[in-house]
């Protein structure tokens, strides 16, 4: 049997592993796995911060994790003094909801630095020419900064910056104004005191779906590390319908809390599910799924496309989107067709960006029929697009409310028509969009998927059975190059 390191030992380690520093700085803490990753995580933002570009993707993280599971603690309070004791010169930024949280974050994280364990780690202690609450330095010149969501930096670059909760409470989750002004913050302030390497993690507990998190994911530059409170699947150190921390709430304690906060903000703030309750039009029982293998045995009589097109490329602004379909004839089902979701975009673009996204993903599928909405920058898309595609595009005029609709194709999801392929990196987001619609953040998903499905049940569209199980593969891994017309 192995013999347990003694307390020379552990010291040592904790020089380079945060997870030991961390049980020596709080030894009464009792760390959940979940920590442990959290901890092996900032290790590779802090390795990236220095210049190992072997971690560049470490450098946009994004944390979520439901209330009360130790986060603030081991990234706000512990992580500085260990990174900064490191890292001589560098400079930290802490960012929270507010000057109290701010104060307090400052503060315990001034104590660690302060405390005999940390002298006996590292020969940096805190310097005595900038020793305040929230604003100190250590004798390495590394200095920390905590301070507020909003609150000006001026002066104060940031080689790591934290935010930590940028969301107080639901008053200000359902605040479109207060959402703004933290993205606007982060944005032209926060974003901008980065220094060379700089990293960023933003961790937080969910609150709505354009939270700071929720703007920042699509881009697709951002690692996401999300810990929900009670498993929706097999995961690596937990099975499906285990809780993240038994040993503080088991699982009749998530019940409790779930019957207690209620089905909207259990999926927001416990499970990192940010969405108002189920919609009353797409419900998730009606989807029937499919393996991507299965396209091998799939011949579709047509492969159709339909753009549901944004204004700009603001943030705040519609998205554009665009919803890829396979059709394949079935006598057996109502109305002898069965449709599958071949694949799914949707972003905020400016009209150039739209223009050259549409080109590349018409050359990537060769659809028999594309279908935009003839409104906003839809029209001029249209004109862009014909002149190339002739008939094989239609601009579509949208009759009714959304609501309608939807609901004029819903039957299609009702009668097991609709078919959803497994495993694809945007299924989870469109699923949430399909099953939270009409309240939810964002329709434009919804839009193209019942423009396709009206069009497509509307009329037979043939144009010869094709197999594009080569298609399928390569608009998820390395897109068939562009049509000559575009080149």
């Not at 006996?120 to 900038?130: C, G, I, R």
């Not at 060379?196 to 920042?216: C, H």
Request: with cysteine; glycine share 6%; aromatic share 12%.
């Amino acid at each position: 049997m192995a013999t347990p390191p003694d307390f020379d030992q552990l010291r040592a380690l904790a020089k380079d592993n945060l997870s030991v520093y961390a049980s020596l700085m709080h030894p009464d803490w009792n760390p959940n796995w979940h920590h442990r990753v959290i901890a092996n995580v900032m290790q590779r933002v802090a390795q990236a911060a220095a210049g190992d570009d072997t971690y560049a993707k470490y450098r946009r993280v994004c944390i979520q994790m439901p209330p009360r599971a130790g986060k603030t603690e081991l990234i706000s309070k512990m992580f500085p003094g260990w990174y900064m004791a490191k890292n001589p010169y560098h400079n930290i930024i802490n960012a929270s909801y507010g000057a109290e949280l701010a104060d307090d974050i400052g503060r315990k994280a001034r104590e660690y630095v302060m405390s005999d364990t940390f002298a006996s780690l590292f020969e940096t202690p805190v310097s005595k020419l900038t020793n305040a609450l929230t604003k100190w330095e250590l004798t390495n010149h590394s200095r920390f900064f905590a301070t507020s969501v909003g609150a000006a930096l001026t002066g104060f670059g940031a080689n790591c910056l934290l935010v930590d909760d940028p969301i107080k409470n639901q008053e200000d989750a359902n605040s479109t104004a207060t959402k703004d002004r933290i993205w606007d913050w982060f944005m032209s302030t926060a974003y901008t005191r980065l220094e060379k390497n700089g990293v960023v993690v933003v961790i937080m507990t969910r609150w709505a779906e354009d939270d700071l998190i929720g703007r920042l994911l699509p881009s697709g530059k951002w690692m996401n590390i999300s810990f929900p409170m009670i498993a929706e699947k097999d995961e690596r150190y937990r099975k499906k319908d285990e809780p993240l921390w038994p040993d503080k709430y088991d699982l009749e304690k998530c019940e409790e809390i779930k019957t207690q906060v209620g089905k909207r903000v259990w999926a927001s703030l416990y499970q990192q599910r940010p969405a108002p309750d189920e919609g009353a039009i797409f419900l998730k029982e009606y989807l029937r799924w499919y393996e991507p293998d299965d396209l091998d045995r799939l011949y579709f009589t047509g492969i159709y496309q339909s753009w549901d097109t944004g204004v700009s490329g603001k943030v705040t602004s519609a998205r554009s989107a665009c919803t890829t379909w396979g059709v394949v004839h079935d006598s057996t089902v109502p109305g002898g067709s069965k449709f599958y979701l071949l694949d799914v975009f949707a972003d905020q673009l400016s009209f150039p960006e739209l223009r050259a996204k549409a080109r590349q993903m018409i050359g990537a599928w060769g659809p028999d029929l594309v279908w935009v909405e003839e409104q906003q920058t839809g029209r001029p898309l249209l004109d862009e697009l014909r002149l190339v595609l002739g008939t094989k595009l239609k601009g579509v005029r949208p009759v009714g409310t959304k609501e309608n609709r939807a609901r004029a194709v819903s039957a299609a999801f009702e009668g097991g028509r609709v078919f959803i392929p497994k495993n694809q990196p945007w299924v989870d987001a469109y699923v949430n969009e399909l099953a939270t619609f009409p309240y939810g953040a964002y329709a434009d998903k919804v839009d193209s998927t019942t423009q396709a499905l009206r069009q497509m049940m509307r009329a037979e569209y043939s144009d010869g059975r094709r197999n594009v199980r080569m298609g399928y593969n390569d608009i998820l891994q390395e897109p068939r190059a562009p049509s000559v017309f575009w080149r």
